[in-house]
């Protein structure tokens, strides 16, 4: 089931799945939850399987564009298509007509997979290079 979690900050588990989309540091993780609290663009949104929280989606809405600011499964719950799902949902109940996120190597293919079109950004850190994933939503007719 597909949930807000602006309630739920607080929350270990809410903390922890942030934890896996951002720097394991406790002030990375902080910062991201207050930027949630704060910003009137910025929402999280979690899906539960058996009401259990398995996954987040933390985006920042700009008009019909959304940003997929984190992003994270449960270790245990991986490779079960929640991430998929998650950003699924959040395409359907924000329906924006484009969704953008920034990601690195390591899961730049996971976007590709589910029809981002990716570009490489270079290395924006020393050693690191990131891409932009973008995803145009087609119109029903």
Do not use: W
Not at 1 to 27: G, H, K, N, W
Not at 30 to 49: C, P, R
Not at 62 to 72: F, S
């Amino acid at each position: 089931m597909f949930i807000s979690l602006q309630d739920r900050l607080e929350d270990p588990i809410v903390q922890e799945l942030i934890e896996y989309a951002t720097l394991p540091e406790l002030e990375y993780v902080l910062a991201a939850l207050k930027e949630y609290k704060e910003q009137d663009s910025m929402t999280l949104y979690g899906f539960e399987d058996e009401e259990q929280l398995v996954a987040l989606i933390g985006i920042e809405k700009h008009n019909q564009e959304v940003q997929i600011k984190h992003l994270a499964v449960l270790p245990e719950n991986r490779l079960k298509g929640y991430g998929r799902g998650i950003i699924s949902e959040m395409i359907s109940s924000v329906k924006p007509e484009v969704v953008t996120a920034e990601t690195d190597e390591e899961a730049v293919d996971f976007y590709r997979n589910i029809g981002f079109i990716v570009y490489s950004l270079g290395e924006k850190y020393p050693g690191v290079e990131r891409f932009r994933c973008v995803f145009e939503i087609e119109e029903e007719e």
